[in-house]
RNA sequence: GGGUCGUUAGCUCAGGUGGUUAGAGCGCAUCCCUGAUAAGGAUGAGGUCCCUGGUUCGAGUCCAGGACGACCCA
C-alpha cells in the first residue's frame, strides 16, 4: 500500500483541473476563503464589470488572471477582499445587439415595438453572455463572488446613481448644451466612435474656395488694400455648412497674406499660396494671423437671424497649413472642434439642417432638401454671386453608416453635461495620490487626460439605460433632479408597496417618464427630460451603487471599509474609460480617488501584431487553449511571459511554452518524490531534524527557498508580477536540475540513514511551501499538490492550500558562505560540462581530474567544500588549483572604465592602448611585486593600483580550458587503462538501465542479468561487476558465454563497436 | 492632427542611476546526460541594439530630429 497517490504517467493537466473545480465546489472552499478570519482587515478590489454583449476572449482572459491574482494572495495573507462581482448591464452595445436580433434600423422601429418589451429583451441578452462570462471565469479559477453581484440595472443601483447625479446637481455641475455626434439622419441616430470606425469610405466631395468680403476696415495696417473688394480665402468640402456659418478662424502664429488677383485681394496664408495657386500674384500686404483677430466680414447668407455678435475673426492653434488656405470656416452645428470655438468665443449658433438631415425652413431658397442634394445649389449661387474662387473635387475618407450607408453628418444635439472643466484641480489633485503602474500611464495618458479634461456629455437619445432623473416644466422650464425614489414618490404620488421589487415599481423607461408632477413655480406640468445617461456613469458609480449607498452600508463607505479601493485593474482602453469615470464620480462626490492601485493591462494581440477584434475577425478561441493545455498553462503563461502592461503577440505555441517551462518540470519534481518516498515508505509525520543539522545541498536549497518566498512576496507588493514569477521559474530550475539531481543518489541508496531522511524532508517541505507560493498564480496544480502531499499526513491542515497562510520568509534561514560555496560550484560544473563538450569525451568516462586557476586567492577556500559535488558531477578523480598559472593562462589587463574614466578623462584612451600593447605577463609581475603599474603617457606618468585595473585571464591555444572571468579550468585529458576499464563498466551500466526502462520495469523491480562480450569490455565488466549488480538491482549477475540474439530475453547492444548480448530476466516477487 | 508606448538574435522578450565581451527562452546545428522528466545540460551559427545628428573620455542607455508599428483621442 502506497503512502503518496501514484503520479499518473499520463496526466492530462485539463482534466485535473475539472477535478479541482469539482473538488472546490463540493467543499465551497471560495466561500470558506471569504469566511477566513482576517486579522489585516479589508483588502478592496473593484471589479470593473463587464458588459456582457459579446463572448469573452483572451484579453478578457489576461485581466481576469490577474484580477484573481491579488485577491488570492491577500487572502492568504489574512486580508479579507470581498470580490464582489458586477455587470454593467445597460448601454448602446445591448441596444444594438438586440437590435440586430429584431433586425430594426431605426429609432422609430424601438418605439413602434415599445420600449417596454425592447427594455427587456436587452435584459434578457445580458443575462445569456453573462451566463458565457461566468462560465470562462469559473474555469480559469477566477474566484469572484456571484452570490452577491451587483447589476447596473436593478433598482438599488439605480437609485445610488441617481442619488450621485443628485450630489453633482447640487453643486451646480450639470447643465444643458449641445453635443456635437456622428448622427446619421436616416436611421435618425447617433452612432458611437466604435460604430463610426467601421464604415469608413474613400469618398469624392465638392472642393470649394469660397471668398468671405471683408466689412470692416483692417485695423489700418494695410490703407492699400481696395475697400470693399477684399476677401477672405476660405476653403470647405461641406458646402452644405456654409449656411450655419458664424466665423472665420486664423491660425495666430502663422503669416498671412493679401495677393492681388483679378481686381481683388484676397488674404490667406502665405505656406498656401502655391497649393492655391497664387504663388505668381504680387502680394501687396503681410500680417500675422492674430493681426485679423476679431475682424468683422459680411455673411454669406443671412436667412437666419444670429442672436449675438457673429461673422469675424477668431484666432486658434488648432488651424493648420497643411491644406485649405491656413483660414476656417466655423459652423458650430457641424463640428466638435468648431463647437468648442464657438463656446470659447461666445459665437451665436446656428442650425440650418433639421434632424432628418434636410435644410430648415428658414432657408427659404432650399428648405427641404437634404443636405448633400444642397450642395450644388449653394455653389450656383456662389458662383452666379462671383463669391466661389474655385472649385473642384476632392477624395477623402469618410464615415458612412454601418447599417444603411448613408453618410454620417457631425450634428450638433441637445445634451446633458456634467461641468468636469470646473473640478480640474481636484482630479489633477487626487491622481496625484494613485500609484499607477505602470507609472507613466498616471502621468501620461491619464494625467494628461484629466489636464485637458472637457465636460462630460452625459446623456444619450437612447431607451436602455438609467434615465437622466431631471424632470422639467413644460410652462415655466422649471428644473428639479431627484436623488431618491421616496423623494420622487412624494412628489408624483406613484404607488407601489415595494420600491425595490422592479415588478411593483420599474424606474427605467417608459414606466418612469409617465411620474409628472405640478410645477411649484407655475404649477405647470413637470416632465422627465427623455435621455437617459451615459453608461460609463453607471460603472463608475460602482464604489457607491453597488453597496447601495448611502440607503445602505453607509459606514462601509464613510468609515473606509469599502472604499477607495486598494486595487483595480483593466486594460488600458480603460484610461478615459472607467478609470476616468471611477475617478470623476469620487473626486466630485468625496474629492478622493476612488482606487490606490491601479495595473493597466496591454493589449493582447493577434500573431501579426494587431489588435484582436471582431470586425478584423482575428479573435482567438481561449477555449481551445483552456481545453488543450489547461487553465494553469494560460495563466502563467499571462504572468511570467512578459509585463503585464506591454501589449503582447498571443498564440497558442506561447502557452505550451510556458506549461514546459514550468509546469511539467514541476509535476516532474512532484512525481519523481512520490515515486521514492512511497518505496521508501517515508512518512511525511516523521521526526525531521532541524534545517542547519542536515546536508549541505539541504541547507543550500532551504536558503534558496527562503530567498525565493522574500522575493515573491516584495514583488507581489509591488504589484510586479512577471518579476515574481521569474523568481519562482528561476527556484523550480535549481530545484529540479541542481538539488533533485545531486540529490538523486540520496534517494536511491538503500541505506535508510539520515541523509536519505533528511533529503525527503527537505524536498518533502519545499513542495508543500512551494505549493502555498504559487497558490495565487497557478491554483489548480498548487490544489493538486496540497491534496496529495499535505492533507493526508496533517490533519490540521486546511481543506484547500487557498485557505493556508502565504509563506513568510524565514530570516534565520540564511548562511551567506554556502550560498557563495555553492554558486561557485555552480560555476565550475559549467565550465567542467564545457570542457568536456569541447574535448568530446563523454562525461560517462571518469578523468583524472581538473586543475582550476584563478587570480582570485579566495576562490579555493570557498570551493573546497563543495569538491565532491564537482567530482561526481564531473565524473573526475580529483581537483587541484595551478601553483603556476603562466603554464596554462596569458593575461588580458584593460582599466577599469568606471574609475579612470571620470579621473583620466581624454587620457584614458591612451592609457588603454599602452596596456594593450605592453606584455601582459610583465605588468602582472609588476603590480604583483610593487602594487602599482607605472605608465609614460604624453601628459606624464599615471599609476595605476590594481583596482583600476580589469585583469582577465585568458586560455592559452590548444589546451582543454575554459574560462569564465577570473576563473579557468583546465581538464586533464588523459585516459589512462584504469580509468578506461572504468568507463567501459558504466557504458555497460548505461546499457542495462535503457534495458530497464525500454521494458518498462518498475524501479524496485529486481533482475537475473547475464552478459556475453568480448575484450576489453568483458573484463572490465567483470572488474567492477559488483558495482554493476548494485547499481542495477540485479540479484545474479555473471558472465554466460553462450548466449545467442536469439534466445528468449536476450538483447543485443553494442559498447564502442562491440557487440554486447545481455540477457536480462525480472526476478518475480522482488 | 495631438498624445502614449514600442522598435535589441529567425521568433517572443530582458537589459535601475551611461562604463568597453549586449543577455534569456523558443527554434536551428552538433554533442552530452537520464533509475523523475513530455524534461535537462554544453557548444555553435545568428546582432549596423530602427535611422541621423548631438552631449560625453565613453551611448543600446541621455538629448534633438526623423522613419516605422501599435493603441488612445480628434
Redesign the pocket.
Known sequence: MSRFEK??????FPEMEERILEFWESEDVFAKSLARPAPNGNYVFYEGPPTANALPHPGHVLTRVIKDLFPRYKTMQGYHVARKAGWDTHGLPVEIEVEKELGFTSKDEIEEFGIAEFNRRCLESVRRYEKEWRRISNRIGFWLNYEDAYFTFTNEYLETVWWLLRQIWDQGLIYEGHK?VPYCYRCGTPLS??EV?QNYKDTKDPSIYVKFRIASDMHGFCTELAEGKTYFLVWTTTPWTLLSNVALAVNPDAEYVAVFHSGEHLILARELLEATGLDEEPVVASMRGSDLESIDYEPLYSFITADKRGHYVVTGD?V?L?DGTGIVHIAPAF???DYQVGIANDLPFVCAVDERGNIVPEVTQWAGRNVKDADAGILNDLKERELLFRSTTYTHAYPFCWRCDSPLLYYAFPSWFIRTTAVRDELLANNEQINWV?E??G???FG??LD?VVDWALSRNRFWGTPLPIWQCESCGELHCIGSYSELQELSGFEADDLYDQSKFNPHRPFVDELTWECAECGGKMRRVPHVIDCWFDSGAMPFAQHHYPFEHKDDIDGGAQFPADFISEA??Q???WFYTLHAIATMVKDSPAFKNCLVL??I?D?????M?KSKGNVADPWKVIDRQGADAFRWYFLS???P?????Y?E??VV?S???FL??L??????FV??AN?DDFDPASPAKPWDEREQLDRWILIKYNRLAREVTENLDNYRI?EAA?SIEGFL?I???WY??RS?RR??QSEKDDSKWNAYHTLYEILAGFSRLIAPFTPFLAEELHQKLVRPFSPDAPVSVHLCDYPVADRAVSQPELEAGMDAALRV???G??????S?I????PLGGVTLVTNDTHLPDVIEPYSDIIKDELNIKSIGWAEEAKDYVDY?I?????????R??????EV?KLLASSPASELVTQLSETGQIVLNTSAGEVKLESEDL?V?L?EKEGTAA????NLLLVLDLEITPALREEGLS??F??R???L??TLQLD???RIEVKFSVGEPVRSAILKYANTIA?????LDFGEEPGLADEQPNVYPAEIEDLEVLIKLVPVKGK
Open positions: 503520479v499518473d504517467a499520463t496526466y492530462s456635437i466612435s466604435h470606425a488648432f493648420t497643411e463640428g466638435e472642434e505602470p507613466h500611464i502621468t501620461g495618458r494628461q487626460w485637458g488600458l482602453e484610461t478615459r474609460g496591454g493589449l494581440m500573431e501579426k501584431g494587431h489588435k477584434s511571459a512578459t509585463a502592461w506591454v501589449s503582447t503577440r498564440s505555441t506561447a511554452n506549461l514546459q517551462k511539467i518540470p509535476w516532474n519534481v512532484y512525481s519523481f515515486i521514492y518505496i512577471t521569474r530550475d530545484l529540479s536540475n533533485v539531481r538523486r534517494f536511491w560544473v559549467k565550465l560540462h564545457a570542457a568536456r563538450n569541447l568530446k563523454k562525461v560517462r568516462q588580458q584593460k582599466p577599469d572604465f568606471a574609475r579612470l574614466g571620470p583620466l578623462g581624454r587620457q584614458i584612451r588603454q580589469d582577465r585568458v575554459q574560462r569564465d572571468g558504466r557504458e551500466i548505461n542495462v538501465q535503457n530497464r526502462k524501479y524496485e523491480q548494485a547499481e542495477v538491482l540485479a
